[in-house]
Every structure is written in C-alpha cells, then in structure tokens.
C-alpha cells in the first residue's frame, strides 16, 4: 500500500478573503512560510519517498521545506492545481457569496460550470488519476502531495465515495495533513484535516514483521489514528 498524504498550502495574503484559483505570483506570507517550516517538521517521522507540487508559488513554496529535508527535488504535477474558477479568479469571496451561482454552489456544486472554467467533477476527475498515478508509481512508499483546499476536498470525497454535492462538509485547514492508504482493495483514509504529530502514521506505514505462524499481521487493536490537536479551521 502506498501512504499518500495530502498536504494544503499554507497562508497566503489572500487566504479566506479572495478566490486565488490559478492565478500564478501569490506567495507565502511570514506566517504562511511558518506553517510550511512547522508542516516539514511534523512530517519528519516519516520516511518519505517523493514529494510532489501543484506548479503554483503557494504550493511549490510549502512543498520545498519537506523535500529539502531530504534532499528531494519536487516535481510539479498540472493536474493538482487549483481549480479554473475562470471569471471569478481573484475576485472577494465576499462579493462572490452575494451572487445566484454561489448560492447554486452551496447547494448543488456538481451541477455547475464556473464561468470559463471547470466543473468540480472534471477537477476531480483530473487531480484523482494523478494521484492513482503517483501511488502507482510508488508502491509501498510514503508519498507528499501538496495541493489546494478544494481539491484536497475533491479526492478526500472520491477515495471516500462521498458525492461531489457534500465535497463541502469536509474541511482542510492550510498546512493541514490528510493521509490516505491506497492499494489495497478500497482506499482507507486514515487521517484527515491534521495540525498535530505524525508518530502513529510513520509507524503505520512502516511493514508489519509476521507474527510467529509466518502469517502476516494479527487481530487488529481497533485503535484509530489520533485526533488534531487544534480545531479545524475553515
């Protein structure tokens, strides 16, 4: 099985406030690059094979504090940006969530197309084969993908065959740390929208030794991965 953890970039000047969506030329701010050096060190536990990156600054530049420590270059993968908002690129959140559409939004995101832009279900679509790639390129290893709430949301509701319409009821905080176990049967998400240590999950990942019958594994301890440490943020 191939641990994919699912990284959001961290704060930009724009976050909360503007529909950033693939414009390129934003940036971390003081804080944001704070985030992305405290997201490397929880991640340090974990032996991580590859680092990937939608192309955008915001990711490249929360990407680049983990593969660094590691020696990793970090390969942009299109298919990962952002969604293409298209006419609402750039435009307040504020402004946006007084019009129709946003309204439809809210309440049937998969019936929509944003004006000149994609459609939620292309962009899931798109970002969920990339990272079936990217699993199948790395089988058995630890990889780290850092990408954008939406579609963070987006392959989080995929893996966890929740429709396209409830993509909304998850939650993904900047440089929060969603992981899911993938190859093996049916995807397992074991940790999701976490600010806090990654102890359990390095253990997780790492091979089981075979009980003393030769038999791999044993009877489960039902004990499930640890909670954040802080409340999720929106």
């Known amino acids: 099985m191939t641990l994919l953890l699912l990284i959001r970039h ?3 000047e724009a976050t ?3 529909l950033s969506g693939q414009a390129p030329g934003l940036h971390l701010t003081d804080e944001g690059r704070r985030q992305a050096s405290d997201v490397a060190e929880r991640l340090r536990p974990l032996s991580i094979a590859a680092v990937y990156s939608s192309p955008l600054e915001r990711c490249m530049e929360t990407a680049e504090p983990i593969a660094a420590a ?3 270059p ?10 293409g908002y298209g006419r609402w690129t750039g435009r307040p959140l504020a402004v ?3 019009t129709a559409l946003w309204k439809r939004i809210q309440q049937q995101p998969s ?9 939620l279900t292309e962009v899931q679509r798109r970002s969920a084969e990339a990272l079936d790639g990217l699993a199948a ?11 954008h709430a939406d579609v963070i949301r987006l392959v989080v509701a995929h893996y966890a065959g929740i429709h396209v319409d409830l993509f909304q009821r998850i939650i993904v905080s900047p440089a929060s740390v969603s992981a899911i176990l993938l190859g093996d049967r049916v995807p397992r998400i074991v940790r999701l929208n976490d600010t806090g240590g990654m102890a359990d999950l390095a253990a997780r990942a790492s091979p089981r030794p075979p009980s003393p019958d030769g ?15 802080r409340p999720p943020r929106a």
């Open 10 to 12: 961290a704060l930009t």
């Open 16 to 18: 909360g406030k503007r």
């Open 70 to 72: 590691r020696g990793l």
């Open 74 to 83: 970090v390969p942009a993968v299109p298919d990962l940006q952002e969604v």
């Open 96 to 98: 946006l969530a007084r």
């Open 111 to 119: 019936s929509i197309r944003f004006p000149d832009g994609e459609t």
């Open 137 to 147: 390129k790395h089988p058995k290893r630890t990889i780290a993908v850092v990408s």
């Open 215 to 229: 038999a791999r594994g044993g009877v489960s301890s039902n004990k499930g991965p640890t909670s954040s440490r």
